[in-house]
């Protein structure tokens, strides 16, 4: 899922108004921020393999310590306390620790049974969605459209930068989420990994359209 974990991080905002767009969408991607790191240190192993789903051509190997329950919510508790102590706001952290967290239930819906409970030998779990491209669209634009709502309702432009950015921000996630559903298969896990590295880049840019906005009392 990509969508669908920046859009939880939009609509966030509504509940932790002090907090950084950046810093939601760092939380609600956090796990496919860890994992191109680990694939390529040979930690994690990813194969590209066309049709193994009809929305997305990974088979994800092995990806336990970035995708496990067990170690999601061990990531969730390192991001929000470490997010505590530096800007002492719980409201901010406890929302910053779910974020991470739901990131694993998204992808339960979407992927084939392939993500472990803990690292080791673990049953895998998946819905499938991606099975189902209709379904998936539906279910990734549906939940992008919702939460860009909520965070546009919960805040309001300082400037036209936090209007016009907010909307180029959106159709980029759009741009790229088109290039990820209806794009030729990546050339290698090499490739994947470093383009997922590039997630940053939105963080950075969700930041930047933030600190154009502010909040607003709904």
Avoid: C
Wanted: hydrophobic content about 60%.
């Amino acid at each position: 899922m990509l969508l669908g974990h920046y859009a939880v991080g939009m609509a966030a905002k509504r509940w932790a108004p002090r907090t950084s767009l950046g810093t939601l969408f760092a939380a609600a991607a956090l796990l496919d921020l860890i994992w191109p790191v680990l694939v390529l240190a040979g930690i994690e192993i990813v194969a590209i393999t066309p049709g193994a789903t009809v929305v997305n051509p990974l088979t994800f190997i092995s990806y336990p310590w970035s995708h496990s329950l067990v170690m999601t919510i061990v990531w969730a508790i390192l991001f929000g306390t470490g997010y505590l102590l530096l800007r002492r706001y719980l409201t901010g952290a406890l929302v910053l620790a779910l974020l991470v967290v739901s990131h694993w239930l998204l992808d339960f819906v979407v992927h084939a049974p392939d993500l472990p409970l803990v690292p080791g030998k673990s049953p895998r779990f998946g819905l499938g969605l991606w099975n189902s491209l209709p379904a998936s669209l539906a279910v990734e634009l549906g939940l992008f459209a919702l939460g860009l709502w909520i965070y546009a309702r919960a805040t309001k432009a300082r400037d036209l930068a936090g209007l016009w950015g907010l909307i180029g921000m959106a159709l980029f996630l759009l741009l790229i989420f088109a290039g990820a559903i209806f794009g030729p298969p990546p050339p290698g896990p090499e490739t994947v990994a470093v383009s997922d590295l590039g997630q940053w880049l939105i963080v950075a840019l969700a930041a930047w359209v933030d600190n154009h906005r502010r909040p607003i009392e709904l």
